[in-house]
């Protein structure tokens, strides 16, 4: 194989690498165990992966943009506890929106800290993780929370309800991801998203606010937040008070999986959309073959390694360093 022709299989990989992945893993795990391409588990991974890729979508702007957000896991587990506490005490049809509103002023504090105080984004949502993981055991009073009326409540419909034999978190989960993905690159914002983290002064200096800009991420990073929050309330109609917990480095890996650089610039809502699939179906994949559950978070290590040599290997056009 000429020099050449390796070069250009590298860069391939480099550049496709996720899919590569996707594909190999896919099979692999097809061979070893023909219940993992039975349509029933490929659906239930998905609806599964729902709450994890509706964050993560969120996730993805950020990232982009230059920062990072590990405060989305205690974030979900507060939507989820309000959500709940909220529906027996008001209606579901004013907890929901209350709940929606209470995230959005999270999301919209820790944009102004980073936006617009210019604060290190990894310092401020790190110390945000515990204030609002504080902030949910201060709300629940320590408890967990359930819904009384579990039989007579249409708020099981987010969770648990289906359409045209699809169930609802994954239209919600699809739907989302079209919008935002459509938002990312084809929009002006999308755009200035992409300008701020590749170069945030040039992007001040045609124009662009990047504080704005920065903002706005961390709002709609909270609003997917808010969402995954509301899928994960109504599908058990109960909940722990740490149900997010530990969650802000799955959707951080899913994130970088997908090829979102961490020093900004780079990624696409496909992608993470991949990248999200691809954890999932590891998950199960490794279920199946029967390794057990604590073997997952040594392959999550294995898989972020991997992604971040694909990401530097991208920025190169090489798989290896040519000092090397």
Known sequence: MSEMTR???GGLLARQGILVAFALFMIGFALANQRFIDPDNILGVIRSSAILGVMALGVTFVVISGNLDLSVGSMMSFSTIVVLDLHDKIGPA???P??????LCLGAFIGFLVGYLKLNSLIVTLGMLSAIHGLTLTYSGGKNMDIADKEGTWFSIFGQGEALGIPVPILLFAALAAVLGIAL???PFGRKVYAVGGNGTAATFSGIKRARVV??????SALCVAIAGLIQASRSLGSQNTVGQGMELEVLAAVILGGA????GSGTIFKTVIGVLILG?????????GLQFYVQYVVTWVIIILAVWLDIAAKRGKLWSPIA
Not at 261 to 264: D, H, K, Q, T, Y
Not at 281 to 289: A, H, R
Request: hydrophobic fraction near 60%.
């Open 7 to 9: 070069q250009q299989i």
């Open 94 to 96: 004013l907890a929901i």
């Open 98 to 103: 209350a709940m929606f509103a209470m995230t």
């Open 185 to 187: 690159a084809k929009t």
């Open 215 to 220: 903002f706005s991420c961390y709002v709609l």
């Open 261 to 264: 650089s961490l020093l900004g």
């Open 281 to 289: 179906f590891i998950q199960n994949g490794l279920l199946l073959v």
